[in-house]
């Protein structure tokens, strides 16, 4: 099911946020969304699942007009969403952050968990620990699992490398080509290569599209099909991820 999103305007009190912003993502297909800090990418998701209103513009997922839904409505229609920050519940289980979309949903877990425990099998072992215990990159492998038990039929991810350790980071373009799209294994601390395995993974089953905001552009160019670069609210160039050129990255995306 294919994710477009058609000419959005966003607005905060006043100051344009975002402008004539359009993309789509197909299903099996990784867009990066890249930019600077502050050129509009976390608006641009949080436009799409509904958390902030739309001056102008359309969001359409298959045939449905996502538009002026609320946002547990577009959830249901298939989207799944993982904010910057995770925003788990530190005081619950792990069992239980992953229940909630279920449960949100009216719907009683399967065996749709195993497919988790598949991308992240580090989760399978802390089942009963607190959500607030876990490391950084633990937590997000949780709240990516969380939302794909939503059944999504297109995923926004929103850095889904932050807070894991920079040092790694490198790492983590080799490690998703070397290993193998099921029998997942644990790398000790390389946590954020689990993240990004876990994207190809998801990519190979070619089923759910994933919207991707991400900083590391080694990171976006390993797991990416396209690319969308933002710059003052608007796409200020696009393409296939080998399409970018240095010229662009240090237009763009340098600090």
């Not at 080799?174 to 395995?197: C, F, M, N, V, W």
């Not at 710059?231 to 240095?246: K, P, Q, W, Y």
Request: a neutral charge; aromatic letters at 4%; charged letters at 25%.
């Amino acid at each position: 099911m294919k994710l477009e999103l058609s000419r959005l305007h966003v607005s905060y009190d006043g100051s344009r946020i975002l402008r004539d912003v359009s993309l789509t993502v197909s299903p099996g297909e990784v867009v990066c969304l890249m930019g600077r800090n502050g050129v509009g990418k976390t608006t641009t998701l949080k436009a799409v699942i509904g958390l902030v209103r739309l001056d102008q513009g359309t969001v359409r997922l298959g045939d449905q007009d996502l538009s002026g839904m609320r946002p547990e409505a577009r959830a249901r229609s298939g989207l799944g969403y993982v904010p910057q920050g995770r925003d788990i519940f530190p005081g619950l289980t792990v069992w239980e952050n992953l229940r909630i979309g279920a449960v949100a949903q009216g719907r009683k877990l399967n065996g749709e968990a195993e497919r988790v425990f598949t991308l992240f099998p580090v989760l399978k072992d802390m089942l009963q620990r607190k959500g607030g215990v876990l490391s950084g990159g633990q937590q997000q492998q949780l709240a990516i699992g969380r939302a794909l038990l939503t059944n999504p039929k297109i995923l926004l991810l929103d850095e889904p490398t932050e807070g894991i350790q920079p040092n790694i980071i490198d790492q983590i373009g080799e490690t998703i080509k070397r290993l193998s799209a099921y029998g997942l294994h644990d790398d000790g601390p390389e946590r954020a290569a689990e993240i990004g395995q876990a994207i190809q993974a998801l990519r190979r089953e070619g089923q759910i599209g994933i919207l991707l905001v991400e900083q590391y552009l080694d990171f976006c160019i390993e797991v990416g099909d396209t690319f969308h670069i933002m710059d003052r609210g608007a796409v200020v160039a696009h393409g296939a991820i080998n399409e970018l050129s240095d010229q662009m990255v240090r237009q763009h995306l340098t600090v």
